[in-house]
């Protein structure tokens, strides 16, 4: 028999929720690109750095982590001692999906051969905890150029698995490091022309848009910045429209963190392909479920564990 269906009704509001997984010793994070009402039962909501960091201090018996999978591996690397486990299994993520660490070991190895020295991985939060067992140092989006900035300037870098990123850190910080060929399927689809309408239909405005983006996109707006940065720079402002090029659901954060302004999606509030096909997978029958039996379980082996683990913790000494 497959798990009791749980209807909208049976499921508590936030507060309760997040009171009742308190009165069980669990832990809810939950990401900035989930839905409001996940973000509302939450204990802490933030980006891939602070959700990081929030694991690394807990001593919870147990997380319930809203987001994707890679992100359930962070805390179980960070928080050892814990039982992790999320809402959907399934949640993943085209980033991490697009750099193998078997293949990223071969080509580390091709690196070494070619360049006569062995590069410096740093690797972008967004990989598997394989690909970050192969790595030197992981990155987020809000702490990426200091990452780099940390490594001489003389040592190769290769920078993994984003290339937007990647490439926006080289243009940043004039390094010029290897990137893999790999793209986030939301931050893709973003169009500049799409942009510029909405740009020409909202003067005044201002436009924020994720490094993750493609070249067009960051070139055509004021500010290029992760989620922490966006929600800074919208607490500093007031009465202003921003046009926010990343997942559809951080406009939620924004609204509830400085309602004072106003916030438009690009490509635009009407098009769904800017909300990420995998954080929407994690629904609120499906976390208060979890909640209720513990589980499914994101466990990372053994084998794997320390390396990754030492990746991290070298990214939050830099941090």
Not at 45 to 59: H, N, P, T
Request: hydrophobic share 40%; glycine share 6%.
């Amino acid at each position: 028999m497959g798990a009791p269906v749980i209807s909208l009704t049976d499921i508590p509001e936030p507060a309760e929720i997040r009171d009742l997984a308190t009165e069980r010793g669990i832990l809810v994070l939950a990401h900035s690109y989930q839905d409001g009402f996940i973000q509302d039962s939450a204990h802490f909501v933030g980006d891939s750095l602070e959700l990081a960091r929030e694991a690394a201090k807990s001593d919870a018996e147990a997380i319930c982590f809203c987001g994707v999978h890679f992100m359930a591996e962070t805390a179980a690397l960070l928080c050892p001692q814990a039982e992790v486990f999320v809402p959907d299994l399934n949640a993943g993520c085209s980033l991490a999906d697009s750099c193998e660490a078997e293949e990223l070991a071969k080509y580390q190895d091709y690196l070494q051969s070619k360049l006569g020295k062995r590069p410096q991985t740093v690797a972008y939060i967004n990989c598997t905890a394989a690909v970050k067992a192969l790595s030197d140092i992981i990155c987020t989006s809000g702490n990426a150029k200091a990452v780099v900035e940390s490594i001489p300037e003389d040592d190769p870098i290769l920078f993994v698995p984003d290339r937007h990123l990647g490439g926006w850190l080289n243009e940043t910080t004039g390094r010029n490091m290897e990137l893999w060929n790999g793209s986030c399927m939301v931050h893709e689809l973003f169009s500049v022309d799409t942009l510029c309408d909405l740009q020409m239909a909202n003067p005044g405005s201002v436009t924020i848009s994720h490094p993750e983006c493609p070249k067009p996109v960051r070139d055509a707006s004021d500010y290029v910045l992760g989620t922490a940065g966006m929600l800074r720079l919208a607490q500093e402002n007031s009465a202003t429209t921003f046009l926010v090029g990343t997942e559809g659901n951080m406009l939620y954060r924004l609204e509830q963190v400085a309602p004072q302004n106003t916030y438009i999606s690009a490509p635009g509030a009407s098009c769904a392909c800017n909300l990420c096909p995998h954080m929407q997978l994690n629904t609120s029958a499906k976390l208060w479920e979890a909640l209720e039996t513990r589980g499914p379980r994101v466990v990372v082996p053994m084998e794997i564990a320390h390396p990754a683990r030492r990746a991290l913790d070298r990214m939050l000494e830099v941090a």
